[in-house]
């Protein structure tokens, strides 16, 4: 196979990929074969092979942190699960009257209700003037369009979650990843 | 509901306990898993109060969302990719952080390992660290997919398959990163020695 190599200190091109997969021993059957029988022929490679070896373990830096630190990692963390449980269920207990299956059902009995009363009261109500009930609807569809603007936040909150790893705001330049 | 020790339940009881309102539950695995999380919020921030605080934030979110959550894949999968996000969102969030400063404060604040040798003398100790300024500043220019993959590679030791699913992406553009990845730190530290 034709070898080109790097000018900054050459591997082959066609074996770069191979070698850096090979030296996290990610690279098994054919392509380990393929990799191992053109390392035994390609000092190149092999230079490149050990320079993977000592610069890819300086990389890493770890932190082992006290067993105080874990300790107020600890309280902390539960200190946070508190506080966002009691919002949670204080934002049920507000948000239950309208969720989306009594939304509905509420709605219908309001119009059924209206619908009723205009029936049997016609003409008591001055044209110009809302009944009681429509305007109980009006405040009920503004509460709820309200509901609807929070929900999107939860929506948009997820769509960050799932759709920031796939780096919708990374740079152009970078190939599109094909999900699986 | 959980058994009478829960921290010896598995993750998928625990989280049906949590998704029940068992706020306890949910605290079993955060003791499970707290060490690891913090250590990818680490690798990506190089900073422990960051790290700290963005992998309680990635708990936080997870505890959120549990309700969302369908079990497709495993409670540690689907948290490591919340994780992650945040991790790859942080970056963002913070623009172009100063990435030696944050290395000098978490070295000189924390007392922590040095690179090449544990036990280092001065100038040894004093290369350590410019080293690990140029690691960290090195790592700081690349392309943020290309830095994830990198570091869950790397620092984490993930396969390709283990990184494809957590970044929902082919094994073929994992490989690619890490590739270009590699070979980028490789030049940058080379033009920088
Ligand atoms: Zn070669």
Redesign the interface.
């Known amino acids: 196979m034709a070898e080109r190599h790097d000018p900054?200190?050459g591997a082959c091109k066609d074996f770069?990929?191979d070698l850096?997969?090979y030296y996290?021993q990610?690279c098994a059957g054919i392509e380990r074969r393929r990799v191992e029988s053109h390392l035994v022929s390609c000092a190149s490679c092999r230079r490149f092979l050990e320079?993977?070896q000592s610069?890819?373990p300086?990389?890493?830096?770890?932190?082992?942190?006290s067993p105080a630190?874990?300790q107020s990692?600890?309280r902390?963390?539960?200190a946070?699960?508190?506080t966002?449980?009691e919002k949670?269920r204080w934002w049920d207990a507000i948000s239950f009257p309208f969720r989306p299956w009594p939304v509905p059902a509420v709605a219908t009995a309001l119009v059924l209700a209206v619908a009723l009363t205009l029936t049997f009261t016609k003409g008591r109500w001055p044209f110009h003037q809302t009944p009681p009930q429509e305007r109980e609807l009006v405040e009920m569809a503004s509460v709820t369009d309200n509901l609807d603007f929070f929900n999107s936040f939860d929506f948009l909150d997820?769509m960050?979650?799932?759709e920031?790893?796939?780096?919708k705001?990374?740079?152009k330049?970078?190939?599109s990843?094909?999900?699986? | 509901m959980v058994s009478s020790r829960p921290e010896e339940s598995g993750d998928e009881e625990l989280v049906t306990s949590a998704q029940r309102g068992e706020?306890q539950a949910?605290?079993v695995l955060?003791?499970r898993y707290?060490?690891k999380a913090?250590?990818i919020a680490?690798?990506f921030t190089?900073d422990?109060e960051e790290?700290?605080d963005l992998s309680?934030e990635a708990?936080?979110?997870a505890?959120?969302?549990l309700k969302?959550f369908d079990r497709r894949a495993s409670f540690y999968t689907w948290f490591y990719?919340?994780l992650?996000?945040?991790c790859?969102?942080y970056r963002?969030r913070r623009g172009r952080i100063s990435w030696e400063s944050l290395?000098e404060r978490?070295e000189k604040g924390?007392g922590?390992?040095k690179?090449?040798n544990p036990a280092p003398s001065p100038d040894q100790q004093a290369m350590g660290e410019e080293?690990?300024r140029r690691?960290?500043a090195a790592?700081a220019t690349l392309?943020?997919?290309?830095r994830?993959v990198f570091l869950l590679?790397?620092?984490q030791g993930l396969?390709?398959s283990e990184i494809?699913?957590?970044?929902?992406?082919?094994e073929?553009?994992i490989?690619?990163h890490?590739?270009r990845a590699?070979?980028a730190?490789?030049?940058r530290?080379?033009e920088l020695a």
Do not use: C
């Open positions: 900054l200190r770069e990929q850096i997969l996290y990610d320079e993977l610069l890819l300086a990389t890493v830096k770890s932190d082992e942190p630190f874990w990692y600890s902390e963390i539960r946070r699960l508190v966002a449980d949670s997820s960050d979650l799932l920031a790893v796939e780096g705001e990374m740079q330049s970078e190939t990843h094909q999900p699986l | 706020r949910f605290e955060v003791d707290k060490q913090y250590r680490f690798d190089r422990r790290a700290k309680q708990f936080l979110q505890f959120s969302h969302g990719r919340i992650v996000n945040l790859l969102d963002r290395d978490t924390n922590l390992d690179i090449a080293l690990s690691i960290g790592l392309p943020p997919k290309q994830a590679k790397n620092h396969s390709i494809a699913t957590v970044m929902k992406a082919a073929g553009t490989k690619a890490l590739h590699v070979m730190l490789r030049q530290l080379t």
